[in-house]
T-cell receptor, first 111, second 111 residues
Framework: DTGVSQDPRHKITKRGQNVTFRCDPISEHNRLYWYRQTLGQGPEFLTY????????KSRLLSDRFSAERPKGSFSTLEIQRTEQGDSAMYLC?????????FGSGTRLTVV | QQPVQSPQAVILREGEDAVINCSSSKALYSVHWYRQKHGEAPVFLMILLKGGEQKGHEKISASFNEKKQQSSLYLTASQLSYSGTYFC????????????FGTGTRLKVLA
């Protein structure tokens, strides 16, 4: 039990399709972060929320990416018109007394 | 801006020690260390705060040199379970909890 659940675990999609990932914290957390990780690299910051407010977006997030946290609990990350370069692990993270707790991630493969 | 880690990779025998270094070109306010096993999310190991305070929940030690903008992770008497990729994460702006992760160090412990 990592404290944060992500769904789906794996997603294979055709180029040009839209995909949506979900992140569900098990308990209340003010701050929620999205990171992207490609093979062999460290996680890269995408965006974060303080409750329902999206406070920052990375330049990595093109207009095709959108994230929401409508009630300050779960969050969704949508990618429109997927490209092969979007293939990566998408990680959701929560802050706590002991650093980040990462979810298991959603591995996206764009074919 | 990405912290640079050294070495890039290291192979150890069980019981041997290792040091992983993390260097930043920016001032550091806190440093996280994570271990990631293949196909899994990163798992928090330790946080080091400006002023020397350390928090962690594993028997792994670390140091934080604010002047040199460096941190080192010390793995002593390594076990097979220590194998994985280690990432440092630095917080360029204190209080944001937004971390930039390092280049990673792959560590393999052999029996």
């Amino acid at each position: 039990d990592t404290g944060v659940s992500q769904d789906p675990r794996h997603k294979i999609t055709k180029r040009g399709q839209n995909v949506t990932f979900r992140c569900d914290p098990i308990s209340e957390h003010n701050r929620l972060y999205w990171y992207r990780q490609t093979l062999g690299q460290g996680p890269e910051f995408l965006t974060y929320f303080q409750n329902e407010a999206q406070l920052e977006k990375s330049r990595l997030l093109s207009d095709r990416f959108s994230a929401e946290r409508p009630k300050g609990s779960f969050s969704t990350l949508e990618i429109q018109r997927t490209e092969q370069g979007d293939s990566a692990m998408y990680l959701c993270a929560l802050t706590g007394d002991y650093g980040y707790t990462f979810g298991s991630g959603t591995r996206l493969t764009v074919v | 801006q990405q912290p640079v880690q050294s070495p890039q990779a290291v192979i150890l025998r069980e019981g041997e020690d290792a040091v992983i270094n993390c260097s930043s070109s920016k001032a550091l306010y806190s440093v996280h260390w994570y271990r990631q096993k293949h196909g899994e999310a990163p798992v928090f190991l330790m946080i080091l705060l400006k002023g020397g305070e350390q928090k962690g929940h594993e028997k792994i030690s670390a140091s934080f040199n604010e002047k040199k903008q460096q941190s080192s992770l010390y793995l002593t008497a390594s076990q097979l379970s220590y194998s994985g990729t280690y990432f440092c994460g630095t917080e360029p702006i204190p209080g944001t909890y937004k971390y930039i992760f390092g280049t990673g160090t792959r560590l393999k412990v052999l029996a």
